[in-house]
């Protein structure tokens, strides 16, 4: 079956240094692949997302690249903020319109 | 534009107790999903709606679960009689055209059975 695994967590860094988070999946076919994160009190949201091989999604600083070689999709931020402090969900789809599968999600807090 | 509206947002119970959760998606999304979070965990399609009509509930325990979208807009979510093993963030979402994938989160329910 379709699976996502995320790195243990949680992870806690200082203001402006640079965040990685794991993400590897199992899935028959070429699945899709996303980032989500859940700010506290708030509901899920898309945050970034890849179609195909080596396909790089990105958006508010954050960066996945889709490598079919490792089936990996690792979430990354050069400069991490206060405001990044979140729970991050990794997750695929086999197909557009077939439910998602989701990681465990790591919980990232940033000091100051 | 309002967002998924879930309520309540939190309900203790105990086990072998009913409780029903209620859904309001975003105006015009035909798509409503159902997730189950359970705590270290990521969330779990319970159960796709299609306008009033079920797509996907093959992950529903139907011995216990039951959902309803009856007029094709509010949804509501039962569980009767509630386990501890229940206990979890009850999600609801909607798309505009069943993908799961742009669908908008609620904040959710969180459901605690003792």
């Known amino acids: 079956g379709n699976s996502v695994t995320q790195m243990e967590g949680p992870v806690t860094l200082s203001e402006e240094a640079f965040l990685t988070i794991n993400c590897t999946y199992t899935?028959?076919?070429?699945?899709?692949l996303f980032w989500y994160v859940q700010y506290p009190g708030e509901g899920l949201q898309l945050l970034l997302k890849?179609?195909?091989?080596?396909d790089k999604g990105s958006n508010k600083g954050f960066e996945a690249t889709y490598r079919k070689e490792t089936t990996s999709f690792h979430l990354e931020k050069g400069s991490v903020q206060v405001s990044d402090s979140a729970v991050y969900f990794c997750?695929?789809?086999?197909?557009?319109?077939?439910?998602?599968?989701f990681g465990e999600g790591t919980q990232l807090t940033v000091n100051p | 534009e309002a967002g998924v509206a879930q309520s309540p947002r939190y309900k203790i119970i105990e086990k072998r107790q009913s409780v029903a959760f209620w859904c309001n998606p975003i105006?015009?999304?035909?798509?409503l999903y159902w997730y189950q979070q359970i705590l270290g965990q990521g969330p779990k399609l319970l159960i796709q709606?299609?306008?009033?009509?079920?797509?996907?509930d093959s992950q529903l325990p139907k011995d216990r679960f039951s959902a309803e979208r009856l007029k094709g807009v509010d949804s509501t979510l039962k569980i009767q009689p509630a386990k501890l093993e229940d206990s979890a963030v009850y999600l609801c979402?909607?798309?505009?055209?069943?993908?799961?994938?742009?669908?908008?989160f609620g904040q959710g329910t969180r459901l605690t059975v003792v």
């Open positions: 997750a695929l789809s086999v197909t557009s319109g077939s439910r998602l599968t």
């Open positions: 899935a028959t076919g070429y699945p899709s």
């Open positions: 979402a909607s798309s505009y055209r069943g993908r799961p994938q742009v669908a908008f």
């Open positions: 709606f299609q306008n009033n009509g079920v797509v996907d």
């Open positions: 105006s015009g999304h035909a798509t």
């Open positions: 890849a179609t195909k091989a080596d």
